[in-house]
């Protein structure tokens, strides 16, 4: 089986978030690294080139396939903002609702700027999405 495209890297989360080059992007992912940290109580660490992520649970699937993925996390990509692991947990659609604007993806959440959401509601999709990861969707490795 080959192995996962993502995987932790050793670069700075920090500098990653400080070379973005679009301003409001990089002043939101600022944000974002901080807020993560905090409901984690994870460091950042990037996963791949572009996704930085909080805590790492293992995975399983009936395929056989498995490995190590970041709990939650982001990307501050040229269009939005890409928000991984805060859609997951039951407590997700009834928050989602009173988030403000997004989009969903196949596990992603999409926004263009925090100034579109509610930051409290977001905190509580990444705290609920995080305990869930961890809780429920972690197989010990």
Avoid at 109 to 119: C, F, G, Q, T
């Amino acid at each position: 089986m080959s192995a996962n495209k993502t995987a932790p890297t050793a670069v700075d989360p920090r500098e990653f978030i400080a070379a973005v080059p679009h301003p409001i992007r990089r002043t939101d992912a600022e944000v974002l690294l901080e807020m993560m940290e905090e409901v984690s109580g994870q460091p950042p660490t990037m996963w791949g080139p572009t996704i930085v992520g909080f805590g790492t649970y293992h995975y399983r699937y009936e395929s056989g396939r498995e490995g190590d993925a970041g709990a939650i996390g982001f990307s501050p990509r040229s269009t939005n903002l890409a928000l991984y692991g805060l859609t997951i947990a039951p407590t997700a659609g009834p928050l989602l609702a009173k988030l403000g604007k997004h989009k969903r993806g196949a596990s992603c959440l999409y926004v263009n700027k925090l100034a579109d959401v509610d930051l409290e509601i977001l905190t509580q999709l990444a705290r609920d999405g995080y305990r869930y990861m961890m809780d429920v969707v972690h197989e010990p490795s």
